[in-house]
């Protein structure tokens, strides 16, 4: 039982993590209304971040669990940073079809 209360308690971050990337980015999207690309940059910001967790996960010098955190550790920066891509996305989808309308 122990187990699965973990594994609630990382969907849960993983969930937190995941809503605090779109609050971000649709936040940077109302004060940057103009500037079309500003709400990317949460996603490009991560990215680097979670390539680096992924890379170094296989380097020889890791010991212990070390690996396992940097895993842990790529897998939220992947879901913080796929939230943004996906919202920035559609908030430009969005925001193409109502300026189509007018």
Do not use: C, H, Q, W
């Not at 908030?91 to 109502?98: A, L, Q, S």
Request: glycine fraction near 4%; avoid cysteine; charge should be positive.
């Amino acid at each position: 039982m122990k187990e699965g209360g973990v594994l609630m308690n990382f969907i849960f971050v993983l969930i937190l993590l995941s809503l605090a990337a779109i609050a971000i980015t649709f936040i940077l999207n109302l004060l940057f209304k103009k500037i079309r690309y500003i709400k990317y940059i949460p996603a490009i910001v991560l990215f680097p971040f979670m390539l680096y967790n992924f890379i170094t996960m296989y380097s020889a010098t890791n010991e212990g669990f070390e690996s396992l955190g940097k895993f842990v550790m790529g897998i939220l920066l992947l879901t913080a940073f796929a939230s943004s891509l996906i919202t920035s996305i559609v908030i430009d989808i969005i925001n193409r079809n109502i300026s189509r309308k007018k």
